[in-house]
């Protein structure tokens, strides 16, 4: 009878491999949660900062050449360079990374 309910008995190792894994659950949890809140504030200041630039244009005058503010010329410009710089340091990493890798294996 004894033999029938007797209790598992839990090593010492494996709660420790349980207590390791639930603590790299919660920082994997934590780590999303920093991303999410940075990429939502990345977000919203971009967006913020759309509004400050473009607000005192007026609707009405939105797609006239003759019209448009040097505001929204100047962040139509940085948007455009930044967005090239940042696609040439990613297309010249993404090469690099690719010949290393075909010549390393």
């Known amino acids: 009878m004894n033999l029938k309910?007797?209790?598992p008995v839990t090593q010492p190792s494996q709660a420790a491999e349980m207590?390791?894994?639930e603590r790299e659950q919660i920082a994997k949890d934590y780590y999303a949660s920093v991303r999410t809140n940075v990429l939502l504030t990345w977000?919203?200041?971009n967006g913020l900062l759309l509004v400050c630039i473009?607000?005192?244009a007026e609707p009405t005058n939105t797609f006239s050449r003759e019209q448009s503010t040097s505001w929204t010329k100047?962040?139509?410009v940085f948007i455009l360079a930044f967005t090239?710089?940042?696609n040439g340091v990613r297309f010249i990493g993404s090469t690099l990374y690719l010949m290393a890798r075909a010549?390393?294996?």
């Open 5 to 7: 309910t007797r209790k």
């Open 19 to 21: 207590s390791i894994l």
């Open 43 to 45: 977000v919203l200041s």
């Open 54 to 56: 473009l607000g005192n």
């Open 74 to 76: 100047s962040y139509l």
């Open 84 to 86: 090239a710089i940042t």
């Open 103 to 105: 010549i390393a294996g």
